[in-house]
């Protein structure tokens, strides 16, 4: 395999520690310990004008008193000795560094000074760094075996490369894995990410073939677009599973738009993962019960669960916790049912879930599991064993294993069994992944399906393009410098924008309102405009469903009266043809100081409140994005039509989302987009937007 860059941190042929020590409870002790302990390949340098040696190893005064060429540098000294140190690796021709030392950008500006300072000099000398204020890098390669760590826990090889934001969550993940005996390639405590980032690991580990599952634990996003772009590609070949905690007070903001009210900085980070193809674990816990599966079993190609036990109580607890997660209960036929018949006692249930009873032993697990695992109707399975007072739980969850290996389908086993099983089956390999509950169970075999329709999905290779006139676009936005805009000013820029609108004229007296009615025709509706006047039916300032003169000429009277009563000073109106039919939907924009143009789509009008149903999806957005978007509502049922009544244009919907995304794009200048209502009916000529409000601002505000 080609050299890639951050081999020589991973894979180093000589290592200098500098800041070893003999003092136990430092670091530098602990870390020279698990590199020795754990039987480096390479040389290692230990690095420390106080000693003659360390730990059986020739120590030296300084970096440039080292014979030999240096691979790798760890840095473990004081912070203000650090950019000193790492200018000596530099002089010396280190390759690659990991600076344990804490004191950077985590204690405020003046540690993030020395930080900048350091990425600089790395930068500029072409060396790549790990940290600072990180944990190390392990390696489990028998033909490396770095452990440079200051983690009291080895790691074991295994098939997944695990990268940790946090130092000290990073120890507590290496015991999880060790207590599970769960085992990595590599794993790496990120720190302050000053050079080195996930992205950067992402793309290491893209064309590892040791490395079959990506894990990573995350605080912050450095770079959200670039992080998209590269997970899109690598969750392509393997499964990128993350954990990622910590909501941003950046999230919290104005929440004058429905869109910036219902946003969240975690609701951003869940589009986001999913828009690439990322599992979200909730938690550490289930990340590794997701992982265990990932490395073990194949994707399914449905969501179809076929159950297998040998109790009803966990049978009926793991279907309840299936259909919570979304799943669906598998249908046997009736040839499998037939089948089962032939074998089961009697008093069994052949129906999913298959329910062999008390009596069951292996042959009936082995038997069984078999028959359902040839269903066509069934995509994966979950074999449910209650410790029987004959069989053993091994036997049992052996012969599971074997059966599920000679098939291309997922099975998890959930032994309901002592400690003592779960210790004594740690360490067998090739057994199928193993739950003490069905309920996380369920949830594996969701994110399964999950991730099994993502590699199924084809690819987009372009972001669709709109033809726009953006110079009128952005001259329109160019007249408000801050705020919302004008509505009439709205309603121009989604035109330009191909946005269908219910037509409108702008009034500034009641004749011109008069005037307009005729032009737009009855019924109208008619909306008070007064300036910061946001929520215009709060106050009165709209009236529908007017049918003639009399009509409008009274709810010109009406709403000048409560909008001044509520304190605005009415400017004019805007009459508008009165919309009939059709689904009040919600499109938006809003904007993250981080993650940029966010996009949003719901259910619309006073649901929106009420439901709060709505999906969310970043830049870029393809055509499939936005297919999601729209689908993944919980009401999208009541947009295809219950009762007879039309559905919505599905793919107008999608299209409107995209043309909204290159709005979001081109015109950064847009803070938030609210089209609230929108009527969605059955085609274009029936689709209408009715309100709509643009804010605009600088990127920064
Ligand atoms: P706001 O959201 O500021 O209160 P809207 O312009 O959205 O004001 O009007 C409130 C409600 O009135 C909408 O949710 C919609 O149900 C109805 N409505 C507004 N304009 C029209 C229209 N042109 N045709 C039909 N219904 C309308
Ligand atoms: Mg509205």
Redesign the pocket.
């Given at each position: 395999m080609k050299q890639r860059p951050l081999d020589p941190i991973f894979s180093p042929a000589s290592i200098a520690v500098v800041g070893a020590s003999r003092r136990r409870e430092s670091l530098g002790f602990s870390l020279l310990h698990n590199l020795v302990g754990n039987e480096f390949t390479g040389a290692i340098y230990p690095v420390n004008p106080e000693a003659k040696a360390l730990h059986s190893l020739k120590c030296y005064p300084t970096l440039q008193a080292i014979p030999d060429p240096i691979d790798l540098a760890v840095i473990l000294v004081p912070r203000q000795l650090v950019q000193g140190m790492v200018e000596q690796c530099v002089a010396k021709g280190v390759k690659g560094l990991i600076v344990i030392s804490a004191g950077f950008s985590e204690i405020g500006e003046e540690g993030a000074e020395r930080e900048r300072k350091l990425r600089e000099t790395v930068r500029a000398a072409g060396i790549r760094m790990i940290g600072p204020n990180c944990m190390g890098v392990i390696n489990t390669a028998p033909e490396i075996r770095l452990d440079a760590t200051f983690a009291p826990t080895p790691a074991r090889p295994g098939a997944i490369g695990f990268v940790s934001q946090s130092g000290a969550l990073g120890v507590a993940i290496l015991n999880v894995a060790q207590d599970l005996g769960i085992g990595l390639t590599q794993f790496v405590s990120m720190g302050n990410k000053a050079d080195v980032s996930g992205n950067d690991l992402l793309e290491h580990w893209e064309d590892d073939p040791e490395t079959r599952v990506i894990c990573m634990y995350l605080e912050s996003f450095g770079n959200p677009r670039r992080f998209t772009e590269i997970a899109k590609r690598v969750t392509r070949k393997k499964p990128i599973l993350v954990v990622k905690s910590g909501r941003t007070a950046e999230g919290a903001r104005a929440a004058s738009s429905h869109t910036g009210a219902l946003a969240g900085a975690d609701v951003t980070v869940s589009a986001l993962l999913e828009q690439c193809g990322v599992l979200r674990a909730n938690t550490i816990e289930e990340l590794f019960d997701v992982c265990r599966a990932l490395v073990r079993c194949p994707l399914p190609d449905g969501n179809r669960v076929g159950i297998v036990t040998n109790a009803g109580g966990p049978a009926i607890m793991a279907t309840d916790a299936c259909i919570n997660q979304g799943l669906r209960m598998a249908e046997l036929s009736d040839a499998t049912r037939q089948g089962l018949r032939s074998f089961l006692p009697a008093e069994a249930s052949v129906n999913n879930p298959v329910d062999m009873i008390a009596s069951a032993n292996a042959d009936s697990y082995a038997r069984t599991l078999a028959a359902v695992l040839d269903d066509p109707g069934v995509d994966m399975a979950m074999v449910i064993n209650v410790t029987p007072v004959l069989a053993s739980p091994t036997d049992i969850l052996e012969v599971i294993g074997e059966v599920a290996r000679s098939r291309s389908k997922p099975v998890l086993a959930v032994m309901m069994a002592t400690d003592e099983f779960y210790e004594s089956v740690k360490h067998i390999r090739d057994l199928p992944p193993v739950y003490r509950f069905p309920e996380p169970a369920a949830r594996v075999l969701l994110l399964l399906s999950r991730y099994g329709a993502w590699v199924r999905r084809p690819i987009e290779e372009t972001e669709p393009e709109f033809d726009t006139d953006d110079a009128e676009v952005a001259a329109l936005l160019g007249r408000t410098a801050e705020g919302y805009v004008e509505p009439e000013d709205a309603f121009r820029v989604l035109d330009l924008y191909g946005i269908p609108l219910?037509r409108?004229r702008r009034a500034s007296t009641a004749e011109e309102a008069l005037e307009a009615a005729q032009e737009i025709g009855y019924p109208?509706?008619l909306?008070a405009v007064a300036p910061d006047?946001?929520?215009?039916?709060?106050v009165g300032?709209?009236q529908?469903?007017l049918r003639d003169d009399r009509d409008l000429t009274e709810a010109i009277r009406r709403t000048t009266e409560s909008v001044t009563r509520a304190g605005h000073r009415v400017e004019g109106w805007l009459v508008?043809?009165?919309?009939?039919g059709g689904h009040?939907v919600i499109f938006g924009i809003t904007t993250d100081p981080r993650f940029g143009p966010l996009l949003m789509f719901g259910l619309?009008?006073?649901y929106v409140e009420v439901f709060q149903d709505v999906r969310f999806g970043v830049l870029p957005l393809g055509r499939t994005d936005a297919l999601d978007m729209v689908r993944g509502i919980r009401g999208f049922k009541l947009l295809q039509g219950v009762r007879g009544e039309a559905g919505a244009d599905v793919s107008l919907l999608c299209e409107i989302l995209l043309r909204l995304a290159q709005l979001a794009e081109r015109h950064p200048r847009i803070r938030e987009v609210d089209i609230?209502?929108f009527?969605a009916g059955p085609d274009r000529a029936h689709a209408?937007a009715?309100?709509a409000?643009i804010r605009v601002g600088d990127a920064t505000a």
């Open positions: 219910a409108w109208v509706v909306k006047l946001v929520h215009k039916s709060d300032a709209v529908v469903d508008q043809e009165m919309a009939k009040e619309g009008g006073k609230n209502p009527l209408r009715v309100d409000r």
